[in-house]
């Protein structure tokens, strides 16, 4: 009999859009970063959950204060790619009852953390027990229809951008997980972008205020599958013609014999903002970005075509639809 | 070096509280059944997450779509206990990856089933790989702050009720777990009480809505243990007069030698709403919850003296603060 391993995440979401169709009020925004429901007069519930799970999210050497951090951070970057402030966090956990009182004090107090650093406030949850440890963090906020940025909206001729490099995660899980060899202070700043991700929650408020962006994902999934949940969604193609790689990332991929590119492009658990600029308004938006304390970085352009390609140094390339995903064997 | 299961979920949550009182809005609402966030004008966003997890709260015997509605189901429980119609639901899966496909379709069919039923839409989700089913099933809903009925409330000299009898659930549980004797039929009827819980959305919607109750809550942790909730929250005690216990309980407990009224008071998983009733207001409120469909049982009264006791057929006996807690040893 199969088992839906066979059929991995993205399947399988399907297939609950199809037993949930008759309840959803808009399968358009099932498939965006949060959930909406409409309040009044424009005015828009956001709510989003993310489920981190022990077994497949967390990376060996992250400390317990670390993971219930990093539960708060995946949520929050789902606001922040919406230009929404979360206002509310309830936290769902899951504990194994073999787990120490001293790690879940820890995981407390980066749940906490998370939580301060984002200026929002833990408001409810629940506490259960299960064979390994289960975090689901579930945010609250509230916005202006017409300052949401979705997943469509990109048009043709607009500026493709992002809150931040790539590649310095995939180098760090390699790390991580497989133990590449590395000098011992990349090592330390690869590490500290997989365990202490940052949620680019001011980037994406700034960028909703001034009405700059007109679509925007977080690149959680790994760049390249953002582009393509964008290209989906907003129906145009891309070309990035300019790729901004982390440092830690190129040398780390020199010292190995990898390819950097292949590293900023298919990683995942990253936390950038990926978003299209109109075209008009690319220098304030670079402004209020800067001001806000973060940078935007240029990409590339947004097309007509559907396709997704890169053009770097006078090579062209064809981007593929890989990412991150659960349950894919 | 000491474990979690030495403190049992109480403490859990009580350790969780200490971490997150720098964030938190309102300590008393997080007691309650459900979180609580200000909109405006006495207008409040009600959320709510309840957590799943197949290894301790499956019982044996139950089908993967029962194992969905009942997600739903104990999720609306808690906004019927405080008189909210839940608007929205998120839900967050945790799936083991050997899980069947047609298994998979059960537990979505379940899921939308539930909704159906008490007709909210599914707005959104997660999906993630673990090593057991979890399921986080989050709830959104709005209310007025004058028609919300709290924890605390209730007042000495408010009539005790509830929405349901008790000790089905404690003696189909007994069924599933342990294989007590009985016939077939009150085997099938006592499982149907654990397999296909009830919401009791309706009687907690058309309570709130005549401003009858003073205090509620549901007895998803048993009836015992909602009682001192409610005594804890509203500084009061309660006398109980009328135990009303179901008749296929009383059966039950009848042919296997057991007490049925600790089969009714210290059950958990019966989604009874158990409230505290202005006297002035109780012949209102019965016929408000027969009108609604339903059946207000009346159980005793609330006192001043914060003690709990059973006061049936002439013998006087004190209730215990027992009742279901995840993680306790």
Redesign the interface.
């Known amino acids: ?7 991995g ?1 993205r399947e ?2 399907k ?2 859009l ?3 169709a ?5 399968l358009k ?2 498939n965006d970063d ?4 409409n ?1 009044f007069k424009g005015k828009m ?1 956001v ?5 981190l ?1 022990s ?3 967390v990376p060996p050497g992250m400390s317990f204060k670390q993971i219930g951090r990093k539960a708060i951070v995946s949520t929050v970057s789902d606001f922040a790619a919406k230009g929404v402030k979360p ?2 966090l ?6 194994p ?6 790690e ?2 820890q995981l ?2 980066g ?2 953390s998370g ?2 650093e984002y200026n ?13 440890l ?1 975090i ?1 963090c ?1 945010g ?1 906020g ?1 916005c202006n229809k017409k300052n949401l940025i979705l997943r469509e909206g990109a048009k043709p001729g607009d500026i493709l951008a992002s809150t931040g490099e790539f590649g310095a995660v995939s180098a760090g899980l390699k790390i991580a997980l497989n133990g590449f060899k590395v000098s011992k202070s990349l090592r330390k700043k690869l590490l500290k972008s997989v365990y202490m991700p940052k949620a680019h929650l001011k980037e994406g408020l700034a960028l909703a205020k001034i009405k700059a962006a007109t679509a925007s994902i977080d690149s959680s999934d790994g760049l390249a599958w953002s582009l393509f949940e964008l290209s989906k969604m907003s129906k145009v193609g891309f070309i990035i013609k300019n790729l901004p790689i982390a440092k830690e990332a190129l040398i780390f991929a020199k010292l190995n014999g990898l390819n950097a590119v292949e590293l900023a492009l298919y990683g995942g658990e990253e936390f950038n903002l990926v978003l299209t600029i109109e075209r008009g308004k690319w220098r304030k938006a670079v402004e209020a970005v800067e001001k806000a304390g973060g940078k935007l970085h240029f990409l590339g352009e947004a097309i007509k075509k559907k396709k997704i390609t890169l053009s770097l140094n006078g090579l062209k390339e064809d981007v593929k639809p890989l990412g991150w995903e ?2 894919k ?1």
């Not at 009999?1 to 059929?7: G, N, P």
């Not at 949060?34 to 429901?37: E, G, I």
């Open positions: 009999m199969s088992t839906i391993k066979e059929l995440e399988i979401i297939l609950f199809k037993y949930f008759f309840s959803t009020l808009n925004h099932l949060v959930a909406l429901f309040l519930v709510l989003k959950c993310d489920m799970v077994s497949t999210d206002l509310a309830l936290v769902s956990v899951g504990l009852r073999n787990m120490l009182k001293t879940l004090a407390a107090a749940l906490a939580a301060k929002v406030k833990i408001i409810g949850g629940d506490t259960n027990e299960s064979k390994e289960v689901d579930v609250y509230l659960h349950l064997a």
